[in-house]
Nanobody, 120 residues
Framework: QVQLVESGGGLVQAGGSLRLSCAASGSIFSINSMGWYRQAPGKQRELVAVTTSGGNINYADSLKGRFTISRDNAKNTVFLQMNSLKPEDTAVYYC??????????????WGQGTQVTVSS
């Protein structure tokens, strides 16, 4: 079994910052990619940022310059630093990881989501 546990969400005023963390645990042989998605009320889930084991990073174009993704491979943890937050950043943020387990199974896993609310 593999689990992704997120933390760091909360309520912040516009212009403020938050840092999200997501730790993967369980029967993990290797992690290909880890990233963040978000889903606002009434909207589809969208990519925020993703980083691969090779160091490639992709951001949603609209978030470049404000959000930074980083990864601690030794701890199977991914972070999302969010600066200059805007009310439109309000959403549930989900961690995502593409993992190969010790049984040789490849699958995509999701965290339970963490709420980020930005007040104006």
């Amino acid at each position: 079994q593999v689990q992704l546990v997120e933390s760091g969400g909360g309520l912040v005023q516009a212009g403020g910052s938050l840092r999200l963390s997501c730790a993967a645990s369980g029967s993990i042989f290797s992690i290909n990619s880890m990233g963040w998605y978000r889903q606002a009320p009434g909207k589809q889930r969208e990519l925020v940022a993703v980083t691969t084991s090779g160091g490639n990073i992709n951001y949603a174009d609209s978030l470049k310059g404000r959000f930074t993704i980083s990864r601690d491979n030794a701890k199977n943890t991914v972070f999302l630093q969010m600066n200059s937050l805007k009310p439109e950043d309000t959403a549930v943020y989900y961690c995502n990881a593409a993992i190969i387990t010790h049984r040789g199974q490849w699958a995509t896993y999701w965290g339970q989501g963490t709420q980020v609310t930005v007040s104006s």
